[in-house]
């Protein structure tokens, strides 16, 4: 079966889009997916994601980490997604759709895509840095000189680390800068460094204010692949108001053997 895909990129973080809608894609074979993640020998990608027919919203986003197997939600592929979308006529400027940590809704303004996260409720603090949960779990650890930082040996080791055992976690490391912070994130599921990670980013610009870094939102953010921008507001018992603001670019389309 010959299936058709879009590769899209969010702020560098790249990713191989599907309309599944006829469920012409089999989400379980992860075989395949690895191999078309794969940057040698498929077409390279962080993640793959798929676009599902959802009765009440426009689409369901299906996200898939390189290694085949389904990732929990992606803020950048999110992005992807909506542009995707957008340029398939599948929704319009403003779009709401399901992923795998609950409803977002996405609207596209000036090439800037504005996609509202799901609410935080539960932080904590591990050895003095912050674990939040942005619809994907995030480790927090604010450093400096991040350029020269190991990030894919010290990533690796925090992702791994009895503290959040089972299922692991993403680790971001935060540099504060004046007009905002610079982030590098390892990547679980992926298993490297990427360009830049959304969730990630939102879960630094939650912990730059919370510590005393800046004193309120929007928090802008460089990562190695762009800038985006973090939107929220703090309240008693969550952060709520959530958005993830920044590009999504479509970069080639293909066919491939399914």
Request: glycine share 12%; proline share 2%; net charge negative.
């Amino acid at each position: 079966m010959v299936t058709a895909f879009n590769k899209y990129q969010g702020t560098g973080n790249d990713f191989i889009i599907i309309d599944n809608r006829n469920n012409g894609f089999n989400p379980g074979n992860s075989g395949l997916i690895n191999r078309l993640c794969d940057r040698r020998f498929g077409i390279g990608a962080d993640g793959l994601i798929l676009i599902g027919a959802l009765d009440g919203y426009d689409y369901e986003m299906m996200y898939f980490n390189s290694d085949g197997f389904r990732g929990t939600m992606c803020g950048n592929g999110g992005r992807c997604a909506a542009a995707f979308a957008l340029k398939h006529s599948i929704a319009g400027n403003s779009q709401r759709f399901l992923a795998s940590d609950g409803v977002h809704e996405a609207l596209s303004e000036n090439n800037i895509i504005r996609l509202t996260m799901s609410d935080v409720k539960n932080i904590s603090k591990i050895s003095g840095s912050y674990f939040i949960n942005t619809g994907s779990p995030h480790y927090v650890v604010f450093a400096s000189d991040l350029d020269n930082l190991d990030v894919f040996s010290e990533g690796r080791k925090l992702r791994w680390s009895d503290e959040f055992k089972p299922g692991g976690t993403n680790v971001n490391f935060v540099e504060i800068q004046q007009d905002g912070i610079y982030v590098r994130t390892f990547e679980r599921g992926v298993e490297d460094e990427t360009l830049s990670c959304g969730t990630g980013v939102t879960a630094s610009a939650i912990a730059s204010v919370l510590s005393g870094h800046f004193v309120s939102a929007p928090v802008n953010v460089r990562t190695r692949g762009g800038e985006l921008k973090v939107e929220f507001e703090i309240r008693s018992d969550m952060i709520t108001g959530i958005k993830l603001c920044g590009p999504a670019t479509f970069v080639f389309e293909g066919m491939i053997e399914t």
